[in-house]
């Protein structure tokens, strides 16, 4: 039976160097970060991992792909669960996975998913989350040690985990980790980089496997997006002319996600003109007159994808990047992460579109919201509480409570810390570093800030 899923059918040399990139990681037991800006394909090159035969046989030859199992996990399903749901849906990925084994006939499937079937079963008929947990180490054992199967976890979408994650976590994936050595590893996909957006002691079990290990995907990759309009065309069968595909091509800079919309917006457009594929000519100059970036900066769904990569800047990253979309340089030194995912190239917003896009929005006048529910943190229509970690939304929502209060340390780590297991021995570095972090978040300028204030000798206090 063939996989039909969508990622089986990429060509072997999509994503080449990045793909590379992660599985030198992996062929040495370590774990890695696949780094990207939203929309940029980072679901899919984590997809040809798993499903996509020729791509390992590329990169890890025949003979040795056999001995790596993939296993693809997206968190978005499980973004809000607690952590023994989390460890269910992971155990529940790994015998899907090795189900899909069995399918494409690689050597003992069948009892590789027989025996992984047996012991989540019987695990899970007791209903204890630890017997479930030692359950999944036992077949990691079997797996990676009685099998000799090196098992890669593929953490998709981990940014949607992040408010929720815990220190357990970690500690668990390292108790799997200490148990198949070199033949278990992590891939996590994420906007920034874990150690930008977590406080160090969370990932602290998993740090010396994970940190540093980073491999950013960039904005185009040549085979893939010609695949993409491949699969568009097919799919709407017709035919796009050559001088569309490169005037869309010069806006989008190959965005995966971009280019599809607006490819889509265009065809979309040729219907509702009553055009007909027959019809539908490159010379046709009203045709392509209208692939300009105010035709799709009103489309919805484009508006929603440009806005998705905005709000994964932080403030200070969003004050550059309009800075230069204003006047088309700035004295100031570039982000490391905005040159990193590829945004900036040659001193200019390397996506045309996305300048526009930037132009276009009103300077950020909306303040911070707490809801009546007190569960949620608002910047405008901006849900900006997701991108916060549970010790850095404890203090924001205190801060936002007593707005223009001098707060003390101790009073802050009551606020924070009261509820956990305990107050003690949480140190003045810990809450430098925790008010450290939310500045990073919230403030245009570290070195200038002006939302979190320190009164010497006091505390910290929230105005806006």
């Given at each position: 039976m063939e996989d039909k899923r969508l990622e089986a059918l990429y060509p072997s040399d999509s994503w080449g160097k990045e793909i590379k990139e992660v599985l030198n990681f992996v062929e040495k037991g370590q774990s890695v970060q696949l780094i990207g800006i939203p929309g940029v394909g980072r679901s899919n090159l984590l997809g040809l991992l798993s499903y996509n035969r020729n791509v390992r046989i590329k990169h890890l030859g025949e003979d040795e792909q056999v001995k790596y199992h993939f296993v693809l996990i997206n968190f978005s399903e499980i973004k809000d669960k607690p952590l023994s749901e989390v460890i269910k849906f992971i155990f529940l990925s790994l015998i899907?996975?090795?189900?899909?084994?069995?399918?494409?006939?690689?050597?003992?499937?069948?009892?590789?998913?027989?025996?992984?079937?047996?012991?989540?079963?019987?695990?899970?008929?007791?209903?204890?989350?630890?017997?479930?947990?030692?359950?999944?180490?036992?077949?990691?054992?079997?797996?990676?040690?009685?099998?000799?199967?090196?098992?890669?976890?593929?953490?998709?979408?981990?940014e949607d985990y992040i408010p929720n994650v815990s220190q357990e976590f970690f500690a668990n994936l390292r108790a799997l980790r200490n148990r198949a050595k070199y033949k278990?590893?992590?891939?996590?996909?994420?906007?920034?980089?874990?150690?930008?957006?977590?406080?160090?002691?969370?990932?602290?079990?998993?740090?010396?496997?994970?940190?540093?290990?980073?491999?950013?995907?960039?904005?185009?990759?040549?085979?893939?997006?010609?695949?993409?309009?491949?699969?568009?065309?097919?799919?709407?069968?017709?035919?796009?002319?050559?001088?569309?595909?490169?005037?869309?091509?010069?806006?989008?800079?190959?965005h995966g996600k971009l280019t599809r919309l607006c490819l889509e917006a265009w065809l979309q457009e040729i219907s509702n003109s009553k055009s007909r594929a027959a019809g539908i000519a490159s010379s046709d100059a009203r045709q392509i007159s209208n692939i300009q970036a105010e035709n799709f900066l009103s489309n919805a769904k484009i508006q929603n994808s440009l806005l998705d990569m905005w709000n994964s800047f932080t403030p200070e990253e969003s004050a550059f990047i309009r800075q230069l979309a204003d006047s088309g340089e700035t004295k100031q030194t570039a982000p490391d992460h905005l040159l990193n995912i590829g945004i900036l190239a040659d001193g200019k917003i390397s996506i045309p579109l996305f300048a526009?896009?930037?132009?276009?929005?009103?300077?950020?006048?909306?303040?911070?919201?707490?809801?009546?529910?007190?569960?949620?943190?608002?910047?405008?229509?901006?849900?900006?509480?997701?991108?916060?970690?549970?010790?850095?939304?404890?203090?924001?929502?205190?801060?936002?409570?007593?707005?223009?209060?001098?707060?003390?340390?101790?009073?802050?780590?009551?606020?924070v810390w009261g509820d956990l297991k305990s107050t003690q021995g949480v140190t003045e570095a810990a809450i430098d570093q925790l008010i450290f972090r939310l500045r990073k978040k919230i403030e245009q300028d570290l070195n200038n800030p002006k939302l979190i204030q320190t009164i010497k000798g006091r505390g910290i206090s929230f105005s806006q």
């Open positions: 899907d996975s090795l189900r899909l084994r069995n399918i494409l006939k690689d050597a003992d499937a069948k009892k590789e998913l027989e025996t992984a079937s047996s012991i989540f079963n019987n695990s899970l008929a007791t209903g204890d989350s630890l017997v479930i947990f030692n359950a999944l180490k036992r077949t990691v054992d079997f797996l990676c040690l009685e099998k000799d199967l090196s098992v890669i976890l593929i953490f998709d979408r981990f278990f590893s992590v891939v996590f996909s994420l906007k920034r980089p874990i150690e930008d957006i977590l406080e160090p002691e969370i990932y602290f079990d998993f740090s010396e496997f994970l940190q540093g290990n980073t491999v950013y995907i960039q904005i185009y990759d040549k085979p893939s997006f010609e695949f993409r309009i491949k699969h568009l065309e097919e799919v709407d069968n017709r035919k796009i002319p050559e001088d569309v595909i490169k005037k869309v091509l010069n806006l989008t800079s190959g526009e896009f930037v132009k276009r929005i009103k300077p950020e006048e909306e303040k911070f919201v707490l809801s009546a529910s007190k569960d949620e943190i608002k910047r405008g229509e901006v849900l900006f509480s997701n991108g916060l970690t549970a010790l850095e939304f404890r203090l924001f929502k205190f801060l936002l409570e007593n707005e223009r209060k001098i707060l003390s340390r101790e009073e802050i780590i009551n606020a």
